[in-house]
């Protein structure tokens, strides 16, 4: 079978970067005083970010650190790649920050002010895509399961009343 995941991650990785380059784009602004500043900073960084973004998901999609038994993400799992995806996104930031303004304290104001609210903003992102299973289509949620068992045990209830 092919693995569909590849679409999920890049699906994920266009609304990711939607959301954080808005983001990017009033901070730079914001902080810069500019909004062509800002308006620069936030376009040069969606190539970078959407390369970035896809190879870390890559790489957590092979990672099984916070995988329950069951299969499922647990939310500690969800915070360590809302950390790990900040650390490589905020250094990006501050690079393309400096590049652009050609001053490295901006570039520190920049990319350190967006820490918070990229960290809240990716957190809230991750666990909606955790319940859209869109990339994943062998993925069988505990809801799901649970479902399934009460409408079997209703099938059963009604066999057995059928049968008495």
């Known amino acids: ?30 902080i810069s005083g500019s909004p062509f500043t800002g308006l620069k900073i936030g376009f040069a960084e969606v190539i970078t970010k959407m390369a970035l973004y896809y190879l870390h998901e890559r790489v957590w999609f092979k990672v099984i650190l916070g995988v329950k038994k069951n299969g499922d993400d647990s939310k500690k799992r969800h915070l360590a790649k809302t950390i790990s995806w900040r650390a490589v996104g905020t250094l990006d930031t501050i690079l393309l920050a400096w590049i652009i303004t050609g001053d490295p304290v901006t570039g520190l104001q920049i990319g350190f002010a967006e820490v918070v609210t990229k960290m809240i903003l990716y957190y ?9 299973d869109f990339g994943l289509p062998n993925r069988r949620r505990k809801e799901n399961i649970d479902k399934k068992i009460v409408e079997d045990e209703e099938e059963l209830l009604v066999e057995n009343d059928q049968k008495r």
């Open 1 to 30: 079978m092919k693995d569909s995941s590849h679409k999920r991650h890049i699906a994920k990785a266009v609304t990711w970067r939607i959301v954080g380059t808005i983001d990017t784009i009033l901070l730079s602004w914001f």
């Open 124 to 132: 809230l992102h991750e666990r909606t895509w955790y319940k859209i």
